[in-house]
């Protein structure tokens, strides 16, 4: 069975980093590219960044370009989000997403973790 | 950017009665459509992928249609675990990869 469960969530001021982990399980990780996708409190989706299965491609949304890293770790099954910089506006339920094509991406999410909320404020 | 514009906002349908809802690309996606279910609390989950292939453990009431610009969900018969946010999302130009703003599909 595909898991991924996500942690590393909490409270944050403006300006502070947090660390988003996003563990895998049930499926060879190293065959998918993987994504982060958030959604503020009532709102609706929206991708923030994707990293292939070798790393050697990486996206990430303007909103977040430039404060956030997303890497990854094959050999622990881990996916990563590293947000510096952080703003009232990034608060939101991070959810990490499998890309459905295995070594070749396709684009859309076949599998979701349940998410973790990151809230920032003072 | 592809804009992806879902319809109506909230659509309210009785429990064994079909509901449709709608969604518009800005530009053509082609047939590289996905539609998610959301319910309160919990991850998205696929249903559709392809603009009209249902995912794995998907029941048949679920149907998806449209090319290019125009697309459509429906579920045939309203169950009452049917009843949750259902966002489209565009996979023919990424990044990024777009959503719709969802519909709420909810009791009547």
């Known amino acids: 069975e595909v898991q991924l469960v996500e942690s590393g969530g909490g409270l944050v001021q403006p300006g502070g980093s947090l660390r988003l982990s996003c563990a895998a399980s049930g499926f060879t990780f190293s065959s998918y590219s993987m994504n982060w996708v958030r959604q503020a409190p009532g709102k609706g989706l929206e991708w923030v960044s994707y990293?292939?299965?070798?790393?050697?491609?990486?996206y990430y949304a303007d909103s977040v370009k430039g404060r956030f890293t997303i890497s990854r770790d094959n050999a622990k099954n881990s996916l990563y989000l590293q947000m510096n910089s952080l703003r009232d506006e990034d608060t939101a339920v991070y959810y990490c997403?499998?890309?459905?094509?295995?070594?070749?991406?396709?684009?859309?999410?076949?599998?979701w973790g349940q998410g973790t909320l990151v809230t920032v404020s003072s | 950017e592809i804009v992806m514009t879902q319809s109506p906002a909230t659509l309210s349908v009785s429990p064994g009665e079909r509901a449709t809802l709608s969604c518009r690309a800005s530009?053509?996606?082609?047939?590289?459509l996905a539609w998610y279910q959301q319910k309160p609390g919990q991850a998205p989950r696929l249903l559709i992928y392809g603009a009209s292939t249902r995912a794995t453990g998907i029941p048949a009431r679920f149907s998806g249609s449209g090319s290019g610009t125009e697309f459509t969900l429906t579920i045939s018969s309203l169950q009452s675990e049917d009843f949750a946010v259902y966002y489209c999302q565009q996979y023919n130009n990424w990044p990024p990869n777009t959503f719709g703003q969802g519909t709420k599909l909810e009791i009547k």
């Open positions: 530009q053509s996606v082609s047939s590289n």
């Open positions: 997403a499998r890309d459905s094509g295995s070594y070749y991406p396709i684009g859309y999410f076949d599998y």
């Open positions: 990293i292939s299965s070798s790393s050697s491609t990486i």
